[in-house]
């Protein structure tokens, strides 16, 4: 089903399906709290391994591969932030949730914490074209969130996940899987 508008969806793990609110359930105290779930134990990601990973298995999926299904473990917020297709241009009805997610990441309670921006794409061209969109998009957004909205780079992480992790995998083509996770690799050192 496609839902025009803002859509977001809260997981606290990527293989747990998703609820989905309107934007105006979205607020910066629920934001904080789905992303400051932090576990101490939680595993360390390397991102340039992330990156690598997808490049090498483009058309194959990632989720199951060990460094990515890491990600599961973390706290994590899916955000559907609205870009046309084939685009990287951040729609303009997207910026509220930009700025909801910027004014969370600048709360003292999450404030020492890094992020990384995973983005994803609908299945609408080749895999290869889908994994580059879908890296532009998550560099879209660490870019907005760090240059519009002032959050410190250094705590901003991104990659592309292409179309290999949908959220609606029976409808690989629907706008719902064009989306970005914010997920929460832990503490700055």
């Known amino acids: ?5 803002l859509r977001i969806s809260l ?19 629920q934001i904080m709290t789905t992303l400051g779930q932090v576990k101490a134990a939680a595993p360390a990601v390397d991102v340039a391994l992330l990156v690598e990973e997808a490049n090498a298995n483009v058309g ?12 599961s473990e973390l706290s994590q917020l899916i955000v559907e932030i609205d870009f046309e297709n084939n685009s990287t241009a951040i729609a303009p009805k997207s910026y509220r949730t930009v700025g909801l997610i910027a004014d969370a990441l600048h709360h003292p309670n ?27 998009r998550a560099d879209a957004i660490n870019e907005a969130l760090s240059t519009t909205f002032a959050v410190s780079p250094d705590r901003l992480f991104s990659v592309g996940a292409g179309e290999e992790w949908p959220i609606d995998p029976g409808h690989p083509e629907s706008a719902d899987n064009r989306r970005v996770q914010l997920i929460n690799l832990g503490l700055l050192k």
Request: aromatic letters at 6%.
């Open 60 to 71: 194959k999926g990632v989720a199951a591969l060990p460094n990515w299904s890491k990600l």
């Open 11 to 29: 997981a606290l793990g990527l293989l747990l399906a998703p609820c989905i609110a309107s934007a105006q359930q979205l607020d910066n105290t």
């Open 1 to 5: 089903m496609i839902i025009h508008g």
């Open 110 to 136: 999450l404030f020492r914490y890094k992020f990384l921006i995973v983005g994803h794409s609908s299945a609408t061209g080749t895999a290869k074209h889908n994994l580059e969109l879908s890296q532009k």
